[in-house]
């Protein structure tokens, strides 16, 4: 169906004009059939994090397949100017645009594997102008989706198995923000959304309450309570923090009183202000010695993994937690940091050579070559290290890795249980060759994945560092292009 705001059609335009000045420079040039490799990742963790989700694909992949430029698109192209009003583009550019597509290959991590920083998570191999064309669009896409799916496993881990329902959409980035955050938290672990268009769209459950707006229409909190379930006798759940909120727990349990009447139960109440952690406990004995042991204590109110983690730790007696501002805007980081960085070229037909970007900055230094990466796993399937190789030399028998910060640390994974690519063909000359999974599957594989690494990796507060090498092979090839890059000789 068709996604709100102009921004979230699969068009070229969506794009920086970089992007297409570069395209431009290429197709000049003649050189637009020159291959060339490029890899999307991120340096660090959010949120001071020892993990991350990856999360986008589903959207990337459309994305890719309906690719290109209308009429209209390259009728405004053509107004752009340069210095002296001259036009920036060329009429022919214009035209090799209106007949675009993407004809290379892609290789992703499946949404909802954990992934770590400098390994990639995308690899764009193809026509260089080509994979120049999309890198714009899939670092938006898997940038946003990452960090607030990785927010949300880290919210799910600290409510301890409890249902999170994600609350955001009122307080999103827009509505086409809204609409990447709701997916992106299902994906991440959570149960349930509140946006419709979301659950429309994606097939994400939806769930929510109701608003303090509707107790202050009635003339009695209970009058509207008696209200609001005879109208949702499947769906009561009951928000009871407007006036007095053990009062407004009272309240619930006479309409729950009444819907039992009617052959219905309560399903919850829930408690948005205050001590959650105290009125959750009253609330719980309230609940429990009317009878009514069954009904759920929700709670929301600027929740995040802390504050939950937090309340656990008080004994608090919630078992539904939504979570709303801090799970959509991705609270307290704003970006990932994804790049997108070429590391190879070659003529066609010809072989790869590969390319070193070198910087003052140690980790904006990037790793050559076609990569892949291979994922360690002991006799218990826990996650143990990652192994960053070029694909055109198979790493030695030896499987040594080479700290990317610190050379002198190595580690061989040699006879280690289970070793797995985390990179999938998506794209072969332009065409799909993935099978793009259920959301649910999705969800259920970054559950999975979470609970497949060290205890001392998802803590929040200092976490141990999951370890990420690079081949030892690699490790030299990449020392010895820096070296002569910056003009020294090895020896």
Not at 242 to 256: H, K, M, S, W
Not at 433 to 448: N, Q
């Amino acid at each position: 169906m068709a996604r709100p705001g102009a921004a979230d059609r699969a068009s070229g335009m969506l794009t920086d004009l970089y992007q297409l000045t570069m395209a431009f420079a290429y197709w000049k040039a003649g050189i637009t059939s020159t291959e060339a490799c490029f890899h999307l990742y991120f340096r660090e963790n959010p949120f001071r994090g020892g993990f991350s989700v990856a999360c986008g694909l589903a959207q990337a992949i459309e994305y890719i397949e309906n690719l290109g430029f209308t009429d209209d698109d390259t009728s405004y192209l053509a107004t752009l100017t340069g210095r002296g009003g001259t036009p920036l583009l060329s009429a022919g550019f214009l035209e090799w645009l209106r007949a675009f597509r993407f004809t290379g290959d892609v290789l992703a991590v499946p949404e909802g594997t954990v992934v770590f920083p400098n390994e990639p998570v995308l690899r764009v191999t193809g026509p260089v102008a080509e994979c120049q064309m999309v890198e714009t669009a899939l670092l938006n896409i898997v940038n946003f989706q990452t960090l607030v799916a990785t927010k949300a496993a880290r919210v799910r881990l600290a409510a301890q198995g409890d249902p999170v329902i994600e609350f955001g959409l009122r307080r999103a980035q827009g509505p086409n923000g809204a609409l990447s955050a709701s997916r992106a938290a299902y994906v991440g672990g959570c149960a349930a959304t509140s946006d419709v268009l979301a659950g429309q769209t994606y097939g994400i459950p939806v769930g929510g309450t109701h608003a303090h707006s509707l107790v202050m229409v009635y003339d009695s909190e209970l009058e509207a309570f008696l209200a609001y379930a005879e109208a949702m006798p499947n769906n009561a759940v009951l928000l009871v923090d407007t006036y007095d909120t053990l009062e407004g727990v009272a309240n619930a349990i006479r309409a729950g009183q009444h819907l039992r009447e009617l052959g219905s139960d309560l399903i919850g109440v829930r408690i948005d202000s205050g001590d959650l952690a105290w009125l959750s406990v009253h609330a719980r004995e309230m609940l429990d010695s009317a009878g009514f042991p069954d009904v759920k204590v929700y709670a929301s109110n600027e929740l995040d993994e802390y504050t939950i983690e937090s309340l656990k730790e008080q004994g608090a007696a919630i078992d539904v937690w939504g979570v709303g501002t801090k799970m959509v805007t991705a609270y307290d980081q704003p970006a990932l940091g994804g790049v997108y960085k070429l590391s190879a070229v070659r003529e066609p037909g010809g072989e790869w050579e590969p390319r070193v970007k070198v910087s003052e900055q140690t980790a904006k230094i990037t790793t050559p070559g076609l990569l892949r990466v291979r994922r360690y796993s002991d006799a218990g399937g826990r996650f143990t290290g990652d192994m960053i190789y070029d694909e055109l030399a198979e790493p030695a028998e030896q499987c040594v890795m080479v700290d990317p910060a610190d050379a002198t640390r190595r580690s061989s994974y040699c006879g280690m249980a289970g070793a797995e690519e985390l990179l999938v063909p998506v794209f072969a000359n332009g065409e799909r060759v993935y099978d793009v999974p259920p959301i649910a599957e999705s969800r259920e594989r970054a559950i999975a994945q979470v609970g497949r690494l060290d205890p001392s990796h998802v803590r929040f507060l200092n976490p141990h560092v999951y370890k990420v090498g690079v081949e030892l092979g690699l490790h030299e090839r990449k020392t010895a292009l820096i070296l002569a890059a910056r003009g020294i000789a090895e020896g």
